[in-house]
């Protein structure tokens, strides 16, 4: 079962809430939510990983640009409620450099909007999510070059073959 990933924006902090296990195919939305976040100010990133079951590594990637936005801009990043083993997966690529953690519950009603996408996500934008959440992680720690090196390569061919398809 595809994670439902759910948004909430109170005063320029997002509030994002991960149900089941999030994968590249939930990951466009929020790199769409990054990119537009690095045009503005915020006032924190609250990942709430209670009801995640797992995390591929696209996912935790974006989830890194979301957070290096926060650092850039001095607000808070913060991963909530994550057990032990996403714990392990995100400490394992070096978001501990970024985020802190806390085992604490929202305070009062958030505003949840689905981040599914509203339009079909096509599969250059998801080869394109793939390739900047993965450089994303190798930029935030070197021990990650190796990890992804070759998926970053293989992605790079796949999106330039695609894009010049497209332009036949």
């Known amino acids: 079962?595809?994670?439902?990933?759910?948004?909430?924006?109170?005063?320029?902090?997002?509030?994002?809430?991960?149900?089941?296990?999030?994968?590249?195919?939930?990951?466009?939305?929020?790199r769409n939510l990054a990119r537009r976040l690095s045009e503005s100010p915020m006032a924190g990133v609250y990942v709430n990983l209670e009801s995640c079951s797992g995390m591929d590594s696209t996912f935790i990637g974006v989830v890194a640009m979301l957070g290096l936005h926060a650092k850039k801009q001095n607000v808070p990043a913060v991963i909530l409620n994550s057990?032990?083993?996403?714990?392990?997966?995100?400490?394992g690529l070096g978001l501990s450099k970024i985020f802190t953690y806390t085992e604490d519950a929202y305070a009062?009603?958030?505003?949840?909007?689905?981040?599914?996408?509203?339009?079909?996500?096509?599969?250059?934008?998801?080869?394109?999510?793939?390739?900047?959440?993965?450089?994303?992680?190798?930029?935030?720690?070197?021990?990650?070059?190796?990890?992804?090196?070759?998926?970053?390569?293989?992605?790079k061919k796949d999106i330039e073959k695609t894009e010049?398809?497209?332009k036949k």
Do not use: C
């Open 108 to 155: 009062g009603l958030k505003k949840w909007s689905d981040g599914a996408p509203t339009e079909k996500v096509d599969a250059l934008d998801t080869a394109k999510t793939v390739l900047s959440a993965h450089e994303t992680l190798m930029g935030i720690d070197e021990s990650n070059v190796p990890r992804f090196k070759n998926v970053v390569e293989f992605v």
């Open 83 to 91: 057990d032990e083993s996403n714990k392990k997966l995100l400490n």
């Open 1 to 30: 079962m595809k994670a439902k990933i759910l948004i909430a924006n109170e005063n320029g902090q997002y509030h994002i809430k991960v149900e089941g296990r999030a994968t590249f195919e939930v990951s466009s939305p929020l």
């Open 164 to 166: 010049s398809q497209d």
